[in-house]
């Protein structure tokens, strides 16, 4: 049993690394020391060496809001981190404690992990996981990550593995002054996993990464919600506007205003750059999911295959919305076009097709070499403005650039 262990965590290890994880073999060794299934047992243990997300905990309408994340996605955030021997850890979103116990084992006996999560049964479930897996020492705590916990400050390292919005000014307040942040910040519905260190009166972006998680509940939250428009489809409302399911659904069966774009982006195009791109200007911006298996496909022609989905994304206002679909002739370099349905349908398109064009104006920027400012926003004084495009949120001016070379 002990060799079917061991080979279910090589062969794990080597799928993380096949992706481009785990390349700092310090990871790699946490990864093959810290048994997953135990932070999983509800699921079979071949099930958790699999580099997958796992979700543990649905809300009331079937949405994911705790999951043992993607095991690549950890190792990367991890050598974003990292972490020495030593150190002193905060983490904000504990989950089933799996990345705690990684964490554990490598800042070893004269570090210190303390992992928050707001849900109590999280918690609760999260400590025994780590009494179980060995791991007893790290310290769990029921509280909104958003203050996070100064009882135990201050930290060389925070981190937090929930989808946020805006940075806590008690992270930053919290962390010694040469430490370092990570969070996979979400910059409408474009995710992008961020080092950040401090540098005179700002964050400085380390090392920048897409990814993808459940967003952060409690005080920091933001606005987007998602709605489910029917069994196969579901939209990402940046807003968090309510749309008006039943039109919604009807207006995507009907013969969409199109307006080509002349511009032409391929998957990683449009996953790095263009969605970046469209998350940041416009403001009703939203993201389509159908399940490929739909029987009656709206989204065929979406540029993006996400495991079993189809994706893409545009904008929405109320029973009207626009997305960018690929060609319907194949085979000719005609670049993507914007698709409007409903009542403002065609509105919604030409501006979709103007944003597109005005990323290909712009050099097409993408996740490859931006960098992110974040300066914390004060109450009183002018807030600075660089130059690059800016994300303002309630504690923090995000100012995205692109340094030539
Ligand atoms: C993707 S899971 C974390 C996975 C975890 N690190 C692991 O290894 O299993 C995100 C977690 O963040 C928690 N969370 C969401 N909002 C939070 C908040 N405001 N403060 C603390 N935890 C939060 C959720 O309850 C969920 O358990």
Known sequence: VADELTALQRNMVAQVRARGGARDERVAEALLAVPRHHFVPDLPVEAAYQDEALVTKRDADGRPISSSSQPTMMAVMLEQLD???GQRV???GAGTGYNAALMAHLVGPSGAVVSVDIDTDLVDTARANLARAGHPEVRVVCADGAGGFATAAPYDRVI??????DLAPAWGEQLTPAGRIVVPLDLGGADRSVAFEWSGDHWTSRSLLPCGFVSMRGVLAGPQRTMVI????SIVVGDGRELPAAAVSAALTGAPAVHPTGV?????DFFEGLGLWLAVHEPRRCTLSEAAAAVTPRLGRAPL???DRRVTTGAADGDSLAVLLRPAQAGEPHGLEACGYGPRGDELAAGL???ARGWQA???PGSAGMRIAAYPRAADGPAPSPDGLVVDRPHTRFVLSWPAG
């Open 90 to 92: 905060l983490e904000v």
């Open 264 to 268: 032409l982006a391929g998957p990683r």
């Open 230 to 233: 029917d069994a196969d489809l």
């Open 362 to 364: 712009a050099g097409r």
């Open 353 to 355: 097709a103007t944003l």
């Open 305 to 307: 295959a996400i495991q």
């Open 83 to 85: 972490l020495r021997p």
């Open 160 to 165: 937090a593995t929930v989808g946020v919005w």
